[in-house]
């Protein structure tokens, strides 16, 4: 086999591969730390953030990107959750999401599915640009635990090269009171790491009835916004 063969296999292959070992992990920390009703709906979970991340986007512009994220970047309550706004993104896009996790470690009751904890097997195949989008599903959780789980992210994240974009948390209704307090929070955080920050706390999306997930076309919104920040990223790489 050739080594331009070879290199075109492992490209096609990696995202069935990382879909698969994140699967396995994912499921495993289910069976381990969820309790109750949370047990079949974990599991939902995982297998969600599995598909996803096995739909890799074909390359549209230069870069690769990766985004960490919850349900929304999972595309949770959509017909077809490849149109959630990852979509929108110029690049080679992979998307590691898992619903219901946050920054902090306890955001979800699913166990080590945190965007620090899901991270390296996520940036593993390589990223230049990393997009971190969540914050509502810590809107009960403390400074102290959202600053914790922040910047144990931004350590796995730190590589020669690669640029971080975080995008905060939209103002659902169902969690409107305390969108303000993470916003402002993770603003201060991603300012101290040295990485972009891009608040979402002012844009006007339309949400599904549960007053929390987004609309396809609040997904064309919130993706149209992330990608312009993520063009202004990636204009060195062309």
Not at 75 to 88: K, V
Not at 148 to 165: C, D
């Amino acid at each position: 086999m050739s080594s331009g063969v070879a290199a075109r296999v492992r490209r096609d292959i990696m995202p069935a591969l990382l879909a698969s070992a994140l699967a396995v992990a994912l499921t495993g920390y289910v069976v381990v730390r969820a309790e109750g009703d949370d047990v079949g709906r974990c599991r939902a979970f995982a297998d969600a953030s599995a598909s996803r991340l096995a739909h890799e986007a074909p390359a549209v512009g230069a870069g690769r990107v990766v985004v960490i994220g919850d349900s929304y970047s999972v595309g949770l309550g959509l017909d077809d959750p490849l149109t959630s706004w990852p979509s929108r993104l110029p690049g080679r896009v992979r998307v590691a999401g898992f619903s219901g996790s946050g920054f902090s470690a306890a955001a979800s009751p699913c166990g080590s599915v945190s965007f620090a904890d899901r991270a390296p097997v996520a940036v593993s195949p390589g990223a230049d640009i990393v997009v971190v989008e969540g914050g509502l599903n810590d809107w009960d959780r403390s400074p102290g635990e959202i600053r914790t789980g922040f910047r144990a992210l931004m350590s796995t994240l730190e590589a020669p090269g690669r640029r971080v974009l975080v995008v905060g948390p939209a103002s659902a209704p169902a969690r409107v009171a305390q969108v303000p307090r993470v916003d402002a929070q993770l603003r201060r955080l991603a300012r101290d790491a040295g990485v972009a920050y891009l608040s979402m706390a002012d844009l006007d999306l339309t949400y599904l009835a549960d007053r929390l997930h987004l609309t396809p076309a609040g997904h064309d919104t919130f993706g149209a916004r992330v990608a312009d920040a993520v063009r202004s990223l990636n204009r060195p790489l062309a």
